[in-house]
């Protein structure tokens, strides 16, 4: 299934994979929600997920995706290689991460790859990967300024929760998860969210929401 806010993009999409062996286009949707509503009657076995998209974008999809249909397997299909969005797809539960240029045939033996249950990243997204853990692997081997409300907000936060969802779960307000998340950041000295997650998954401490 190919979710595509662009049309002339999905056509162009449907276009090139209708000629390639071994894949075949079941769908396709405009956002996630459609995608959803749409899952059911196309029963896809890999959906290409645009990142930016209206009413539900790629990321919040593939989550969506990951709980409710875990034998559906998620490429992220995108113009962006921006690093915010390759670390938050990736741990929305993504496959792959590809670029829109990529050649057909290099898209159809990701399709493959990851119906095979092989992860498949685009090689500029390898790169920033790699660099990343890479970086984390060097890090203490545990946060101990963190105070025990703060390490609870680490985990749901690695886990992929949203701050609404991390408050609702500890029974906080969103106000108090920013500040708990900017105490998180300044302690560990990271500048971003995504760095914290990763950190906190590569050393084990995730927390499924």
Known sequence: MIVEDQ???????????????????????????????????????????????????????IERLRREHPEVAAIILTTFDDDDYVFRGLRAGARGYILKDTPSEELAAAIEKVHRGEAVLDGPITLKVISELGRLSKEPAGPGPLSEREMEVLRLVASGASNREIARSLYITEGTVKNHISSILRKLGFRDRTQAALYAAEHGWIEEP
């Open 7 to 61: 049309a002339l993009m999905r056509e162009g999409l449907r276009t090139l994979l209708d000629l390639e062996e071994g894949v075949e286009v079941v769908g396709e949707a405009a956002d996630g929600v459609e995608a959803l509503e749409r899952l059911p009657g196309a029963r896809p076995e890999v959906v290409l997920v645009d990142v930016r998209m209206p009413r539900m974008d790629g990321i919040e999809l």
